[in-house]
């Protein structure tokens, strides 16, 4: 299962939303093979990561943004990247 | 009677959030006495955004009307919303 994290601030700004509906449309492409999670920016999980901007994606535990938002198009490149690392 | 404007606040702010914190400090000394502002971030928000139905910050409630939401507003845009709110 690929596991992606966003990192948004509570409460969450348009920024962060958007990129977890983005987040959340990219993963509807790959059904029960990507999880989408989303994380408080300032949280232990946050830490984890350093997270220092919002707001901040993580794919398997790598930081692939940070402050940026991503198109769907990119989150989908990403998983499909891991997906086949994963095979 | 004083008119209270709430205004929201992720946690980390980004810079719209930022941005309205400090229009918030700068509306409560210009309008002293006349308006009670109170500044609701992060964790301690959460309650007053449900309550609100929100969807994300940075927000201005003006006695429990939503009139910002998402965008740090112009100075004309909150004076406007203050106008509208009685003030």
Redesign the interface.
């Known amino acids: 299962m690929i596991q992606v994290k966003i990192f948004g601030t509570t409460p969450p700004c348009a920024r962060c939303k958007e990129m977890e509906r983005r987040a959340q449309k990219a993963a509807a492409g790959y059904p029960d093979r990507v999880e989408v999670a989303k994380f408080d920016a300032l949280s232990e999980e946050g830490d984890r990561y350093g997270v220092m901007l919002t707001p901040t994606v993580v794919i398997n535990d790598r930081v692939v943004a940070a402050g940026k938002l991503l198109s769907e198009e990119e989150i989908a490149k990403y998983i499909a990247k891991e997906l086949e690392a994963a095979s | 009677m004083k008119l209270r404007m709430e205004v929201?606040s992720?946690?980390?702010?980004?810079p719209?959030?930022t941005a309205i914190l400090a229009l918030a400090d700068e509306y409560a000394r210009k309008y002293k006495g006349k308006l009670e502002v109170i500044k609701l971030v992060?964790?301690e928000?959460?309650p007053k955004?449900e309550e609100y139905k929100?969807?994300?910050?940075?927000a201005v409630v003006i006695n429990e009307k939503i009139r910002i939401e998402?965008?740090c507003p112009s100075r004309t845009t909150l004076d406007n919303a203050l106008r509208e709110g009685g003030l």
């Open positions: 929201f992720g946690d980390p702010p980004c719209g959030c992060g964790q928000a959460v955004f929100l969807s994300c910050v940075p998402g965008i």
